[in-house]
């Protein structure tokens, strides 16, 4: 799917802050929250399997690690998940850590885990207040990594008077593989598992503070691809409707088309199932619940997943639906792109080398022409890489020694993220949804990857975006970020949450105008320099950014 599979099996399109970082600092005052029915303390709450318990916090308080759905084991293997079971209503389940990750391999951003009892989500909540809008965060990772674990920090996001959710969903094989012999909604189980964390919102979120008729969904990368999953499912009336109001999608608008059951069956599912020596099974489905964790991880390999549609809660996929008038216009979208989004993949194969000592950048003509290759393959249209090479590569300084890194990034940020990103925006608001496009074109953002020795410069690459809403300033400054993007910071935490208490990302005190889309074709762009409605610009200067005439009738082999 990317230029070189390792990149993709390590951390795939978006996991995105890595590392282990806190949620939050803990305070020794009294707790100030809601009032309680009953003399229970603010940080027990009440669910509907039971009480669980969490843990004072500067902005209010977290509850980590609560179990949405019963662990996707035996017969639950490859199946749609069920909710959890009640525990011990005398005793409340201790809320304070967060839950394993679901299966992935060994990553630079975290640690393998092969523990399918996964499903968990957490809550964070400020010290006071009722009805509050509601964020549910799901994560990227190209939907085989990722968690919604310590890799977010909320804190400041719930200063705003928000309730944010961040959840864990099976990724990989176990969460999408489309195969024969699996019940209905194979090949996007992993979304059915958040629209079941999105029910236990509907069910529970008003004992921490929120507004359950007030909910907005937001994720990144594989995760704003799952937002996209949401809003065709509500668009369709296949379950994931009246679960939410308001959508964020943050760098997901890449690959539309996503895969059909039936193809992701022949192309991607069998060749796990061979691989697992299930495919002459009388019981195929019997065969893959026996194998082990490790033997599915082995199996999936280089293996690339997007939701599969056909059956189930995606009867279509996002391009039939944006081009079919197929989404809800009564939800309210954001949306947007990063400038620099193909640098990240780019950087994560020359981390590889820089990790094992042996930095290899692509540096020749060769290497540069041979990922160009590898990069479009999956293309259906049959394109001609080799001239897309040479017209991409005359864009770039020819003694600059970075130039072939940065000719490729170049062509996956057009080619994936951005011409894509353009066409949405445009899609949802000719179909009368409120489409509120922004561009994120701080090439200033820390870097996620420290002092890492990396030849170019990242700039505003895949992922930096996020640190912005979900991580500490304290965490951004340890980073590199300076006054600007401190600042930069705190406008766009106004955007988001205003978006989600209102359904319109202007800011409150009036500096900021964010015009819908539909009122003159411009969006928002995201820099340090420029802030306000002056920040306006037409979608024409994003279009041309990434070339976008050029891809709408891109070089193509002869036929």
């Given at each position: 799917?990317?230029a070189?599979k390792?990149s993709?099996?390590?951390v795939?399109l978006?996991l995105?802050l890595?590392?282990?970082?806190?949620?939050?600092?803990?305070?020794?005052?009294?707790?100030?929250n809601?009032?309680q029915e009953?003399?229970?303390p603010?940080t027990?709450?009440?669910?509907?399997q039971?009480q669980v318990?969490?843990?004072q916090?500067?902005y209010?308080f977290?509850?980590?690690?609560i179990?949405?759905?019963?662990p996707?084991?035996?017969?639950l293997r490859?199946?749609?998940p069920q909710?959890?079971?009640?525990w011990?209503e005398d005793?409340?389940?201790?809320a304070?850590a967060?839950?394993?990750?679901?299966?992935?391999?060994?990553?630079s951003?975290?640690?393998?885990?092969?523990?399918?009892d996964c499903?968990?989500?957490?809550?964070?909540?400020?010290a006071?207040g009722?009805?509050l809008?509601?964020?549910?965060?799901i994560?990227?990772g190209?939907?085989?990594a990722?968690s919604?674990?310590?890799?977010?920090?909320?804190?400041?996001?719930?200063d705003q008077?928000?309730?944010v959710?961040t959840l864990?969903?099976?990724?990989?094989?176990l969460?999408?593989?489309?195969?024969?012999?699996?019940p209905?909604g194979n090949?996007h189980f992993?979304?059915?598992d958040?629209?079941?964390?999105?029910?236990?919102?509907?069910?529970n979120?008003e004992?921490?503070g929120?507004?359950?008729?007030?909910?907005?969904i937001?994720?990144?990368?594989?995760?704003?691809a799952?937002?996209?999953?949401h809003l065709?499912s509500?668009?369709?009336?296949t379950?994931?409707?009246?679960?939410?109001h308001?959508a964020i999608v943050?760098?997901g608008?890449?690959?539309p088309?996503?895969?059909?059951r039936d193809?992701g069956?022949a192309?991607?599912?069998?060749?796990v199932?061979e691989?697992?020596?299930c495919?002459?099974a009388?019981?195929m489905?019997?065969?893959l619940?026996?194998?082990?964790?490790?033997?599915?991880?082995t199996?999936?390999?280089?293996s690339?997943?997007v939701p599969?549609?056909?059956?189930?809660?995606?009867p279509?996929s996002?391009?039939?639906?944006?081009?079919n008038d197929?989404?809800?216009?009564d939800?309210?979208v954001m949306?947007g792109?990063?400038?620099h989004?193909g640098r990240?993949?780019?950087?994560?194969?020359?981390?590889d080398?820089?990790?094992?000592?042996?930095?290899?950048?692509?540096?020749?003509?060769?290497?540069?022409?041979s990922?160009?290759?590898?990069?479009l393959?999956?293309?259906?249209?049959g394109?001609?890489a080799?001239?897309?090479a040479?017209d991409?590569?005359a864009?770039?300084?020819?003694?600059?020694?970075?130039r072939?890194s940065l000719?490729l990034?170049a062509?996956?940020?057009?080619?994936?993220?951005?011409?894509?990103q353009?066409a949405?925006?445009?899609q949802?608001?000719d179909?009368?949804v409120?489409t509120?496009?922004?561009?994120?074109t701080?090439?200033e953002?820390?870097?996620?990857?420290?002092?890492?020795?990396?030849s170019?410069?990242?700039?505003?690459?895949h992922a930096?975006e996020?640190?912005?809403?979900l991580n500490?300033?304290d965490?951004m400054a340890?980073?590199g970020a300076?006054d600007?993007?401190i600042?930069?910071?705190e406008?766009?935490?106004?955007y988001?949450s205003q978006f989600?208490?209102?359904?319109?990302?202007?800011?409150?005190d009036?500096?900021a105008?964010w015009?819908?889309?539909?009122d003159?074709?411009q969006?928002?762009e995201?820099?340090p320099?420029?802030?306000?409605?002056?920040?306006m610009?037409?979608?024409?200067?994003?279009s041309?950014?990434?070339?976008?005439?050029?891809w709408t009738?891109?070089?193509?082999l002869?036929q």
């Amino acid at each position: 799917m990317l230029a070189r599979k390792s990149s993709l099996l390590r951390v795939g399109l978006s996991l995105v802050l890595g590392g282990t970082l806190l949620t939050g600092c803990g305070s020794d005052s009294d707790p100030t929250n809601t009032p309680q029915e009953d003399d229970t303390p603010a940080t027990v709450r009440q669910t509907q399997q039971g009480q669980v318990a969490g843990s004072q916090q500067e902005y209010g308080f977290a509850f980590k690690g609560i179990p949405y759905a019963a662990p996707p084991v035996g017969e639950l293997r490859f199946s749609p998940p069920q909710p959890a079971a009640p525990w011990d209503e005398d005793e409340p389940l201790q809320a304070t850590a967060f839950g394993n990750g679901c299966p992935q391999v060994a990553s630079s951003f975290g640690a393998a885990s092969n523990n399918e009892d996964c499903l968990f989500l957490n809550v964070y909540t400020p010290a006071s207040g009722e009805n509050l809008p509601v964020m549910v965060w799901i994560h990227g990772g190209a939907f085989i990594a990722g968690s919604g674990g310590d890799s977010y920090q909320p804190g400041r996001l719930v200063d705003q008077g928000i309730v944010v959710v961040t959840l864990n969903y099976r990724l990989g094989v176990l969460g999408f593989l489309p195969a024969e012999g699996l019940p209905e909604g194979n090949g996007h189980f992993g979304i059915m598992d958040q629209r079941l964390a999105l029910e236990w919102v509907q069910n529970n979120i008003e004992h921490f503070g929120g507004d359950p008729n007030n909910v907005t969904i937001f994720g990144e990368s594989a995760g704003g691809a799952s937002v996209l999953s949401h809003l065709v499912s509500a668009g369709a009336g296949t379950g994931s409707d009246g679960l939410f109001h308001k959508a964020i999608v943050q760098s997901g608008a890449y690959q539309p088309t996503w895969i059909s059951r039936d193809m992701g069956a022949a192309i991607i599912g069998q060749p796990v199932v061979e691989a697992l020596e299930c495919d002459t099974a009388e019981d195929m489905a019997a065969c893959l619940r026996a194998a082990s964790v490790d033997d599915i991880l082995t199996a999936q390999g280089d293996s690339w997943f997007v939701p599969a549609w056909g059956e189930g809660m995606l009867p279509h996929s996002a391009h039939t639906a944006l081009t079919n008038d197929g989404f809800p216009d009564d939800i309210p979208v954001m949306t947007g792109s990063n400038l620099h989004e193909g640098r990240l993949f780019v950087a994560l194969d020359e981390i590889d080398g820089i990790l094992a000592q042996s930095p290899d950048p692509v540096d020749s003509r060769e290497e540069y022409d041979s990922a160009v290759a590898a990069l479009l393959a999956s293309d259906p249209r049959g394109l001609d890489a080799q001239q897309i090479a040479d017209d991409y590569l005359a864009r770039q300084d020819p003694q600059a020694s970075t130039r072939f890194s940065l000719a490729l990034a170049a062509i996956q940020t057009s080619w994936r993220f951005g011409c894509n990103q353009v066409a949405q925006v445009t899609q949802l608001s000719d179909q009368g949804v409120s489409t509120y496009g922004y561009w994120f074109t701080d090439d200033e953002a820390p870097s996620l990857f420290g002092n890492l020795p990396i030849s170019f410069d990242l700039g505003a690459a895949h992922a930096f975006e996020i640190q912005y809403i979900l991580n500490s300033a304290d965490t951004m400054a340890g980073r590199g970020a300076g006054d600007g993007q401190i600042a930069l910071s705190e406008q766009m935490l106004e955007y988001w949450s205003q978006f989600a208490k209102y359904g319109n990302p202007s800011s409150s005190d009036g500096t900021a105008n964010w015009a819908a889309f539909a009122d003159g074709g411009q969006i928002m762009e995201l820099n340090p320099a420029t802030f306000g409605s002056d920040a306006m610009v037409d979608m024409a200067e994003m279009s041309d950014g990434y070339h976008c005439d050029y891809w709408t009738s891109p070089p193509l082999l002869p036929q």
